[in-house]
Antibody, heavy 119, light 107 residues
Framework: QVQLQESGPGLVKPSQTLSLTCTVS??????????WSWIRQQPGKGLEWIGY???????YYNLSLKSRLHMSVDSSNNRFSLNLRSVTAADTAFYYC???????????WGQGILVTVSS | DIVLTQSPGTLSLSPGERATLSCTTS???????LAWYQHTPGQAPRLLIY???NRATGIPDRFSGSGSGTDFSLTISRLEPEDFAVYYC????????FGQGTKVEIK
């Protein structure tokens, strides 16, 4: 069973870059049909899909965040990453990594990591 | 983007009771692209239902999904203590979108 675990700093200063990594275990990140995704939940709000990266390096982003986003995959270490530039307090959220499957749903999730944007 | 509206916002029920959660989409969607998740604070969200009515691996049969067009529902036939959580519906479209959630709380 695939398991995911987020890691990264819990505090980022405004205008800086938020960088998170998701380590995949129990399965290969090069699995065909697995789209490695990021989803966030801002305080008091619902879930917001951020985007995904495929093992080939192909990406697909939420248009509302696209100009600030970069996602990448590290196949040798079975992990993938999120970089969100020029953060503000509005980017404070729990960030989850997840796998989007060929069944058009997110069938595996990490526990989430709280990232606070504050000086 | 398709907007998903969940109702009610909060459902107060007792263990053993039946829970029915609703998810209405802003336009007709294929049932293939509708999923439900359970989220307990501090835990990873869990896929319950995909394709509107297919239970995910390991999900108890007290959970069932139904619906088509713009109206979808998740039913928990008999609430167990571990079922008190927040439930989200989600649409797989050009942008993946979630409903705002229904909290199922102990009455």
């Amino acid at each position: 069973q695939v398991q995911l675990q987020e890691s990264g700093p819990g505090l980022v200063k405004p205008s800086q870059t938020l960088s998170l990594t998701c380590t995949v275990s129990g399965g290969s990140i090069t699995s065909v049909g697995s789209y490695w995704s990021w989803i966030r939940q801002q305080p008091g709000k619902g879930l917001e899909w951020i985007g995904y990266v495929y093992y080939t390096g192909g990406t697909y982003y939420n248009l509302s965040l696209k100009s600030r986003l970069h996602m990448s995959v590290d196949s040798s270490n079975n992990r993938f990453s999120l970089n969100l530039r020029s953060v503000t307090a509005a980017d404070t959220a729990f960030y989850y990594c997840a796998r989007e499957s060929e069944e058009n749903c997110f069938d595996a999730w990490g526990q989430g990591i709280l990232v606070t944007v504050s000086s | 983007d398709i907007v998903l509206t969940q109702s009610p916002g909060t459902l107060s029920l007792s263990p053993g009771e039946r829970a029915t959660l609703s998810c209405t989409t802003s336009a007709t969607i294929s049932s293939t692209y509708l999923a439900w998740y359970q989220h307990t604070p501090g835990q990873a969200p869990r896929l319950l239902i995909y394709g509107a009515s297919n239970r995910a691996t390991g999900i108890p049969d007290r959970f069932s999904g139904s619906g088509s067009g713009t109206d979808f529902s998740l039913t928990i036939s008999r609430l167990e203590p571990e079922d008190f959580a927040v439930y989200y519906c989600q649409h797989y479209g050009s942008s993946r979108t979630f409903g705002q959630g229904t909290k199922v709380e102990i009455k």
